[in-house]
């Protein structure tokens, strides 16, 4: 059993950074492949990014490659999510989730995860 607590949203400006957090609990956390999405109002959940358990590797959503950096400190079980040059399509509750089996391309999909965590709200303004 692993539970997830997201942390570090709140409200930027258009271009600003934040750096969300997400908290795991459970010894085996090194185990799991980690990923992040996001949804906006009248929106599907969307795949964001991912980290692999070692950290070697990572994936991005289009939409954010090159402004997001993912990754993540086992010795702490947290993972984290730097956002850069924040836009407006970005606002959304962003979620983190964890997944011991699935690889790429199957982590872009929800149902491949196993544990959730609550969502953390970001909002931009221009």
């Known amino acids: 059993q692993v539970q997830l607590v997201e942390s570090g949203g709140g409200l930027v400006q258009a271009g600003g950074s934040l750096r969300l957090s997400c908290a795991a609990s459970?010894?085996?956390?090194?185990?799991?492949?980690m990923g992040w999405f996001r949804q906006a109002p009248g929106k599907e959940r969307e795949f964001v990014a991912a980290?692999?358990?070692?950290?070697?590797?990572?994936y991005y959503a289009d939409s954010v490659k090159g402004r997001f950096t993912v990754s993540r400190d086992n010795a702490k079980n947290t993972v984290y999510l730097q956002m850069n040059s924040l836009k407006p399509d970005d606002p959304a509750v962003y979620f983190c989730?964890?997944?011991?089996?699935?690889?790429?391309?199957?982590?872009?999909?929800?149902?491949?995860?196993?544990?959730w965590g609550q969502g953390t709200q970001v909002t931009v303004s221009s």
């Open positions: 980290i692999a358990w070692s950290g070697g590797s990572t």
């Open positions: 989730a964890a997944t011991l089996l699935a690889t790429m391309p199957r982590l872009v999909v929800q149902n491949e995860y196993d544990y």
């Open positions: 459970g010894r085996t956390f090194s185990r799991y492949t």
